[in-house]
């Protein structure tokens, strides 16, 4: 399935007050129907009770959300096109794997013969063919993961919601369960909302991506945007590793913004690549892999930099360098891929660092 | 782990001393002879047999049944309901209420006895089996409760959302999701309570109106040392049916758990 441009969920200017608390700060945004979408934040951002919300479970105190262009004001859970996958899984621990699956179905006039055909697809559909019979509280964590994924999406929702159902698994556990769910997710069509505090997991699985701080969305981008093109220091710095350098702005023509970094020298910038002006002091940010160390008589395409090594930090397919840039104190990280002749260097060597203006991303 | 043999004896006589006189029953229960007292003399029924044809002693037994059996269904299901509300709901005067729901645990009975005969009778309510059965919920209510909230307070709320979510009506996620789950505290409560009020004697005595009540009976009885053997063959009956209640409860409470793939705690409390 392919994202259109259709919405399926829309927010306008909604807020949630908890007595004083104002947990929803003025939220307002678009889903597209079919689209793989996260919110993601850290812990009391208010991430889940926005999901929440969707569903029905929480009132709005203010605002209005539409599904699929209808006003959900009125509307109570069980009568809304969405579904939801619970952090808990919420399996019904009386009942087997078929019970909890066909749970949604008790009040669809179809047969018998009809509804448990539908549950037995609704298993297969989930890799879980032939556990139908079994007792719900016999499963394991995956299992029970799949069996609240099968009995949300046997109702055919128009919105699939998951509450950050990867986080009880084990991290070997968690990424296959991540393809899983963006191939089951392109097989249905349906639009999945998911909330996660796990940066990567949002990348990884999302087309579109909402960055919550504080009751408020902060950024609505897609992945790579949101890595790349990052519109404040607070997401730069929530999402992957961002160095941080301070600078001084010599002069603005235009589009272009002329700077001097620490360590790094006089830069000029495309101003209409950068986020919008906040007031803060200027530094620029660059993502470790943008940053390459030089071997022998390499070249730098763009610009270098002279450094010393601070920290090694080895991962076995990467290592990352500490570097402190052209004699000052300023230390940024960066990452290299470690290939077949190109020896790990030892703290305190001499570098040579490439890097480009391009990667350079200013706040201010 | 230190040895302290001194402690294994210690245990083996308080279970003596608790559960030895209850031997004590059906020893004379069977035994041919008026006075309580050993040598033995030699096994007969006709203990039972006179149990079974003093008239008074079966009116006093289906009134106690009716009292006990209407009282637990009353407290438990008020129990249900607030435990309902305390666990799920926020609303004002909530500690007051519970604590006003409580306090018959710690007020002396006799106190509660005599307070609610001055008012019945102040009010003009004559005394009656009903006026028991209220006095009983009142006392009962404070296990229903304490029971049911702490069963309540181990259903996982999203269980119920995701039967909302899934089409279901509050009633239906009620009657589908919680009342199953919570199944074994309703029993809990309703055994204890049950428990409660059979052999509850104060206020069955304040407020009976001359209604014969088993526990009343039985204390009546005991002045007349003839009628001592049919009363210990009576509480004969009474231990077998009270193991057999105990056995049922028990049997499920493990299948619930067996069927949740809860862990077992021990006790079904």
């Known amino acids: ?364 | 782990m230190k040895k302290a043999p001194f402690l294994g004896g210690y245990a083996i006589l308080y279970l003596l001393f608790l559960y030895g006189p209850i031997i004590i029953l059906p020893l004379f229960a069977f035994n041919d002879g008026r006075i309580v007292a050993f040598p033995l003399n030699g096994f007969t029924t006709r203990w039972f047999t006179e149990m079974f044809a003093d008239a008074q002693l079966k009116k006093a037994l289906l009134n106690s049944l009716t009292i006990a059996l209407s009282s637990a269904t009353l407290a438990t299901v008020l129990g249900v309901f607030a435990a309902r509300a305390t666990v799920r709901y926020r609303w004002p005067g909530k500690p007051a209420a519970l604590g006003l729901i409580m306090v018959p645990l710690v007020l002396p009975e006799m106190i509660v006895a005599m307070a609610l005969l001055v008012v019945l009778l102040s009010i003009g309510i004559p005394l009656s089996i009903f006026t028991i059965i209220l006095g009983h919920v009142l006392i009962c209510m404070p296990f229903a409760v304490a029971i049911l909230t702490s069963a309540f307070q181990s259903l996982d709320r999203s269980l119920e959302e995701a039967s909302l979510d899934l089409g279901e009506t509050q009633w239906s996620t009620f009657r589908l999701i919680v009342l199953p789950l919570v199944m074994p505290g309703i029993l809990s409560s309703f055994l204890i309570t049950f428990t409660i009020s059979i052999d509850e004697f104060i206020i069955s005595n304040f407020l009976g109106s001359g209604q014969p009540i088993l526990s009343v009976y039985i204390f009546g009885q005991f002045r007349f040392p003839a009628k001592v053997p049919s009363m210990l063959a009576l509480g004969t009956l009474l231990v077998l049916f009270s193991i057999c209640m105990l056995a049922i409860a028990e049997y499920f409470r493990r299948r619930g758990i067996a069927k949740t793939g809860g862990k077992d705690t021990g006790g079904f409390l």
């Not at chain 1, 003025?26 to 951002?45: K, M, Q, V, W």
């Not at chain 1, 272009?256 to 919008?276: C, F, N, Q, W, Y």
């Not at chain 1, 090594?309 to 004699?327: A, P, Q």
């Not at chain 1, 030892?346 to 391009?358: D, H, L, M, Q």
């Open chain 1, 1 to 364: 399935m392919t994202i259109t441009e259709k919405t399926m969920i829309e927010f306008r200017d909604v807020h949630k007050y908890y007595g004083d608390y104002h947990a929803l700060r003025g939220i307002n945004g678009t889903i597209r129907a079919g689209e793989f979408f996260s919110l993601l934040g850290p812990s009391g951002c208010g991430k889940t009770t926005l999901l929440r919300t969707i569903a029905g479970f929480e009132d709005i105190s203010s605002g209005v959300i539409m599904i699929d262009g209808k006003d959900m004001a009125d509307v109570a859970p069980n009568a809304r096109p969405t579904n939801m996958v619970f952090q808990s899984y919420a399996i019904f621990p009386h009942m087997s794997v078929a019970e909890n699956v066909g749970f949604g179905l008790r009040r669809d006039p179809r047969s018998k013969a009809d509804k448990a055909r539908a549950v037995e697809e609704a298993l297969d559909m989930v890799g879980l063919r032939g556990f139908g019979a079994r007792a719900a509280h016999a499963l394991s964590g995956g299992q029970r993961q799949r069996v609240a994924l099968a009995r949300a999406l046997i109702l055919k929702p128009k919105v699939l919601l998951l509450d950050e159902p990867l986080s009880a698994l084990d991290k070997k556990m968690r990424e296959h369960m991540q393809v899983e769910l963006i191939k089951l997710q392109r097989q249905v069509g349906i639009t999945f909302i998911l909330v996660t505090h796990d940066q990567e997991e949002a990348l990884v699985m999302s087309d579109r991506v909402a960055v919550m701080f504080e009751g408020e969305i902060a950024q609505l981008a897609d992945p790579e945007t949101l890595y790349r093109r990052p519109n404040s220091k607070q997401v730069a710095d929530f999402i992957g590793t961002m160095n941080f350098i301070p600078v001084t702005v010599l002069s603005e023509a235009g589009d272009t913004v002329e700077i001097e970094a620490k360590g790094l020298g006089r830069v000029s910038l495309d101003a209409s690549l950068a986020p919008p002006v906040r007031g803060e002091s200027p530094v620029v940010g660059m993502r470790p892999e943008t940053l390459t160390l030089l071997y022998d008589d390499q070249k730098a395409a763009e610009r270098e930099t002279e450094g010393v090594i601070d920290e090694v930090i080895y991962f076995g397919d990467m290592t990352y360098y500490d570097v402190y840039l052209g004699g000052t104190d300023v230390e940024v990280r960066l990452s290299m891929r470690n290939v077949p002749g190109r020896p790990v260097l030892e703290v305190g060597t001499k570098v040579r660092v490439a890097w480009s203006p391009s990667a350079l991303v200013l706040f201010r």
